[in-house]
């Protein structure tokens, strides 16, 4: 819903009016100001309620975390090995 009200917003804009137009919307303040709420509502949703979720967003935090620290390498050991097998 969230995107569907900001590209209501932008679609009337010109394409220089726009930069001016997000200028605001991204400023420091205001993304320091949605993520404390984001926090207050994470806290409030999941702490709160003494509920399991947390643990498992940590889990799989983790799981996509070291995927992506271990891409690169795992994608030049598959060059490697196509460059090999090529040969």
């Known amino acids: 819903m969230a995107m569907r ?9 010109k394409v220089k009016e726009l930069p001016s137009h997000l200028k605001p ?11 404390g709420r984001a926090l207050d509502n994470y806290h409030a949703k999941y702490i ?3 509920s399991v979720d947390p643990l498992l967003h940590i889990c799989f935090g983790g799981m996509i ?3 992506l620290v271990a891409l690169p390498e ?3 050991h598959l060059q ?4 090999h ?3």
């Open 65 to 67: 975390f070291s995927y």
């Open 85 to 87: 097998a090529a040969h």
């Open 25 to 35: 919307i991204f400023s420091i303040s205001n993304l320091k100001n949605a993520g």
């Open 48 to 50: 709160e309620t003494s």
């Open 74 to 76: 795992e994608r030049r």
């Open 80 to 83: 490697h090995q196509q460059d």
């Open 5 to 13: 009200a900001f590209y209501k917003e932008i679609k009337g804009l």
